[in-house]
DNA sequence: CATAATTAAATTGAGTTCAATTTAATTATA
DNA sequence: TATAATTAAATTGAACTCAATTTAATTATG
């Protein structure tokens, strides 16, 4: 027992948190290379397969990310026309992000996604939804 | 209740998984801003503190990173003068990473960010401790 | 022993993340 | 109404992350 023991990684709650959310990121991977997604967009496609059309300050608060990051998700997203972007005519400051059919036609095969990933998890369910509960009241006291 | 409900993002465990663990890396900013570290810088200096010495891949193993993004990392906390890098002499293939005194002496400084840090979550002991346990509990069944 | 296989770091390239700044549009106020 | 303040995206630059490849060293095998 020593005043540095703080300092020691096994005593971290950020760090499992951070090496777990990369880690089951990994496991994404052979999944969303079958439908040419990195995870960012797919969380991005999450939003529009539910929303079908949403501005980027909205899809940021939604995704916590700001739009250093997501102008140049959604840019490849356009590129792959999976979506389409364009300046609200209401207020110009906005751009308006839309699914296209073919985004819409993506979601057939993203929808295996969720359940191939299920299948490597190895909490039981009252763990994951305790991990559910816990995630989200910590984002929620981090709100800005 | 749809087909598609797996696919929408209230519904998923990684996401709020990888939100929680940006939003606490930035809330550790401020403080890792005045001893002049990355949060990844800082992790890695962690292991360092603990530990002294140790090769590459070792660090690696420990914190979920591979050399591709250790090495720039450890090369950065060098050329501030916290590290040393040198190849083993039994082995030249590893890279011995060992905490120089100035490594040492920032150590003092940085007991004080656990402290802080605790200070910003809102989790009661015993979720903390449930986190922590099913993050590991991830975490292991992760280990490749 | 020579060659093949393995191992550890480093490198490369694509993509992500974020803080800080810039640009353009809108809203508030003197 | 002109100007100031605010807002939304985009841009910039530094750093991180990872898959895939390369380089060099070591170990295993024919």
């Known amino acids: 027992m020593s005043k540095y023991d703080a300092l020691k990684i096994e005593n971290q709650i950020c760090f499992p948190l951070y090496a777990c959310s990369r880690e089951i990121i990994k496991q994404y991977k052979p999944f ?8 960012t967009q797919y969380i991005a496609m999450m939003v529009l397969w539910d929303k079908k059309i949403m501005n980027v300050k909205a899809m940021g608060e939604i995704l916590y990310l700001d739009s250093g990051t997501l ?10 026309g999976l979506v389409t972007r364009q300046r609200s005519a209401s207020d110009e400051r906005n751009l308006i992000v839309t699914i296209t059919d073919m985004g819409e036609a993506l979601k ?5 996604v969720p359940t191939a990933i299920a299948k490597c998890s190895n909490l039981e369910p ?13 984002l929620g006291s981090s709100k800005t």
């Open 32 to 39: 969303l290379d079958e439908i040419d997604l990195t995870y």
């Open 71 to 80: 102008t140049p998700v959604l840019k490849k997203l356009e590129s792959k």
């Open 126 to 138: 009252e763990e994951a939804a305790m991990l559910y509960r816990i995630l989200y009241k910590m």
């Open 108 to 112: 057939e095969k993203a929808v295996t």
